[in-house]
């Protein structure tokens, strides 16, 4: 239900405000506004968007559970399963350690093991 209820909240409050409020008015006539507030319509853009996206998808996957499906493993973000398994860690170790620019690693297929790739110098 809680689901429902943020998903809700993020289209109808969030979403149509920044359309209403922000957006709407300078992609509307954007020879009426100057520059800083474009590049402000083009965030709230970005902001909407997801908010009418996401908000969707909660609202979705909510009405979901309400009937009784349950959803695998495999659709939790992939950033929360990567966290889970350790693999964020070593990549950004190896990163600062390394350097972005100097360091490449790479996950080995089904090994669980990281191995940094040949730098060139």
């Known amino acids: ?4 209820l943020g998903g809700l909240f993020k289209k109808v409050v969030i979403a149509n405000y920044l359309a209403g409020a922000i957006v ?6 954007p020879a009426r506004h100057s520059s800083p ?9 970005a902001v909407q968007i ?7 998808t909660d609202i979705a996957i909510g009405v979901a559970k309400l009937l009784g499906f349950r959803f695998p493993a495999e659709l939790r973000p992939p950033v929360q399963r ?13 990163a600062v350690a390394g350097g972005c ?4 690693t790479s996950r080995s297929a089904g090994t669980g093991r990281v191995r ?5 110098t």
């Open 50 to 56: 997801y908010c009418d996206f996401s908000g969707y």
């Open 116 to 120: 940094r790739a040949p730098t060139s």
């Open 101 to 104: 620019a100097t360091t490449s």
């Open 82 to 94: 990567a966290l889970r398994a350790g693999v964020l860690a070593p990549l950004a170790h190896d």
């Open 37 to 45: 507030e474009a590049i402000v319509a083009i965030v709230a853009y």
């Open 24 to 29: 709407d008015p300078v992609f509307g006539d």
């Open 1 to 4: 239900m809680w689901l429902i």
